[in-house]
């Protein structure tokens, strides 16, 4: 079960024989999902080069606290906010050092002190030096301080001698940095979204299209990524930015939404169809612009491809969640959807009512399954977002 999934984690390699593990310790803290970028320190470069950890971290490895064109990109600030948590392995006798004095006298060290996220360590070491009383005072200091300490396992020692110092395996060490983050039922799942609005070409200056903003969909992304899914975005014309957790698709008709969405349902968990899908295009687009003339103007309009309805219906079928975007007969309109469409449920939102629904920041929904309809009054579209997560997660996971 992946624990890490949408996790940024620094991981400081400091000045121990043990430090050539740590391209391993990158690759399993990868295989939970993380993002990794690795803080080198002079002493850890001694044994282990700063290729292997680019190589392995598919990021730069950052070195110096005096870099100044790091500090133009990702500088010290930069890498601590970014960092959902700290990991020091191994942790040197001198790098624990520094860290129980507070001192900013490297990279490392200072990311830790400008940084409020969890930080864990991993002594390795001599286990006459790991034993002494300064380690271990320094090591009781940092756990008053909420650092967790990943004990250092006993065995036969690099330098011959046997006893407490080695550095315990890298899964186990990328297993505890994921325990410091709540699983949820989403962790590791893929969901899929649809969002935003279509555009369908009537001649190549104008277009059918609607109000869709991307909001809703958008704020079910950012609930799926805070709760640990994989999340794929099909967008549509949207005015908002997509967290880039996500992987994003762009495909601004129906056609090409539902090429789209088939070439990338198999193996998600959870489809959610979002997005304000044109039911129509235009038959027989024009290549050039219609000129204004006193006939009338007949465009004929042939129907779209239903993507909900034959995701639906996939033998492999994810759990289906559809929009219905209503004006009257709200509940009716929308149970016949749920019917219609064969999805798993349906969230019903009134349409009709200009600050809610689409392009506004609020919404107001009622969540219909086979069993039960849930209401949810207005409110902010992440926090909407966050509540219809969870119920799908409760009633389907
Ligand atoms: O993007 P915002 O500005 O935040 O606005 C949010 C929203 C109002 C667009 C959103 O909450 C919403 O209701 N989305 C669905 C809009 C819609 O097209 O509803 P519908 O009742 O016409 O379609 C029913 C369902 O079938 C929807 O899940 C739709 O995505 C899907 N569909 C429709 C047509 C089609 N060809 N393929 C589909 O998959």
Known sequence: MSHLTNKNIVLGVSGSIAAYKAPDIVRRLQDLGAEVRVILTQGGAQFIT??????????????????????????????????????????????????????????????????????LIAPAMNQQMYASISVQANLATLVQRDIQIINPEHGVQACGDIGEGRLPESDKIAKQVGLMFQSTKLSGKKVLITLGATIEAIDPVRYLSNHSSGKMGSALAEACIEAGAQVTLVAGNVSVELNQKAEIISAT?????HQSVMKNINGQDIFIACAAVSDYSIKNPENHKIKKSNQTLTIELTPTKDILKEVCKLDKKPICIGFAAETQNLLENAQNKLNNKGCDAIILNDVSNADLGFKSDENAVVFIDQKSNVK???????????KIIEIISEKFL
């Open 50 to 119: 700063e290729l292997s950890l680019q190589a392995t971290s598919k990021n730069k490895v950052h070195d110096n606290l005096w870099d100044k064109e790091a500090e133009l990109s990702m500088g010290h600030i930069e890498l601590a906010k970014w960092a959902d948590a700290l990991l020091i392995a191994p942790a040197s006798a001198n790098t624990i050092s520094n860290i129980a004095a507070g001192k900013a006298c490297d990279l490392l060290s200072s990311v830790i002190l400008a940084s409020d996220c969890p930080i």
């Open 253 to 257: 008709t129906a056609e090409k939404m």
């Open 376 to 386: 949810l009054a207005k409110n902010s579209k992440q926090k909407l977002g966050r």
